[in-house]
């Protein structure tokens, strides 16, 4: 994933956490997504994720320990699936920033019924982070023309 967008404001902007979040995206309407910040400082933030699905609600916790400037480990855990994500930013020039993340997850010991296969997963992150990368970069513009 590549932003239009120098490394200093894209990892600002991927790692701000607010309960506004969903909105960039567009999660808040596709899925309902509600975030609550639990705890937020320099180096660490825990927020919880609730969610609609088909037939009730999904929850999740994360643990984001923040390695500025480029790098962000997460941990989460919910009814459903825990995970593991590695984040890292790679400034490709003064303006253009390569997101790269690496990630495994698993069923939770809760986890019942079907869930989606591992391709379907990656899929909906994959398109997650391209409307991410739009709205990072429309914020940016809006900043620049400002200065």
């Not at 995206?25 to 705890?39: N, T, Y």
């Not at 379907?120 to 200065?147: G, H, Y």
């Given at each position: 994933m590549i932003f239009r967008a120098p490394l200093s404001f894209a990892f600002d902007?991927?790692?701000?956490?607010?309960?506004?979040?969903?909105?960039?995206?567009?999660?808040?309407?596709?899925?309902?997504?509600?975030?609550?910040?639990?705890?937020?400082?320099?180096?660490?933030?825990?927020?919880?994720?609730?969610?609609?699905?088909?037939?009730?609600?999904?929850?999740?916790?994360?643990?984001?320990?923040?390695?500025?400037?480029?790098?962000?480990?997460?941990?989460?855990?919910?009814?459903?699936?825990?995970?593991?994500?590695?984040?890292?930013l790679i400034p490709l020039s003064r303006n253009r920033t390569r997101l790269e993340?690496?990630?495994?997850?698993?069923?939770?010991?809760?986890?019942?019924?079907?869930?989606?296969?591992?391709?379907?997963?990656?899929?909906?992150?994959?398109?997650?982070?391209?409307?991410?990368?739009?709205?990072?970069?429309?914020?940016?513009?809006?900043?620049?023309?400002?200065?």
């Open positions: 902007w991927c790692t701000d956490y607010t309960p506004d979040d969903a909105k960039y995206a567009g999660e808040d309407k596709s899925i309902h997504l509600r975030r609550r910040i639990i705890s937020k400082s320099r180096r660490l933030v825990i927020f919880e994720n609730l969610y609609e699905e088909r037939d009730g609600w999904g929850w999740e916790r994360h643990r984001v320990n923040l390695f500025p400037p480029d790098r962000w480990h997460c941990e989460g855990r919910g009814n459903y699936h825990e995970s593991v994500l590695d984040y890292r993340m690496r990630w495994k997850s698993r069923p939770a010991e809760l986890a019942t019924g079907p869930r989606p296969s591992r391709q379907a997963v990656e899929r909906a992150v994959a398109n997650l982070w391209k409307r991410r990368a739009r709205a990072l970069e429309r914020d940016f513009r809006k900043i620049s023309r400002t200065n």
